[in-house]
């Protein structure tokens, strides 16, 4: 619909040529992509890249992949106009660590459910052994030990997991 008003001479200028204060040819590179509706979506990108270098990199791609490069000009140029000195990076990163700290958050979660239920087994083994409601008269000084640190053995095991994967992403 666009493409046939455009033709007739009746349609106005793309953003691109409103906002260059040119005549929008038929041909226009920037027509497809920005159009008169979208203003701010080419002010932002001529803004950070400028229309010269648009224009001669939507040139050198094929027409198929002009339009997912558009996006990532116009996701990149809003990016820059929000934090101009990290962009899009500064987004990733502060993701990044959204997702360590969650990661980490997590393994604390599963070495606690791990060290719970480590000490069910080992409270209901106990009262099985013992043939009493839970209360172990165990208390020799190897049991002792073996009830306090598996838990703590399971949970520097997770948090060992997570250092490791941890280094991984730093990478």
Known sequence: MREASRKQGAASPCAAC???????????????????????KFANVHKVFGASNVNKMLQELPVNQRSDAVSSMVYEANARVR??????????????QQIDSLQTQLALAQAEV??????QATSFSGSLATGNSGVSTNNSPSSKMMTSHRPLMALDMVVDQVNMGESLWSC
């Open 114 to 119: 791990v060290h719970m239920r480590m000490r």
């Open 18 to 40: 409103k906002l260059l204060r040119r005549r929008c040819a038929q041909d226009c590179v920037f027509a497809p992509y920005f159009p008169a509706d979208e203003p701010q």
């Open 83 to 96: 934090d101009p000195v990290y962009g899009c990076v500064g987004a990733i990163s502060s993701l990044q």
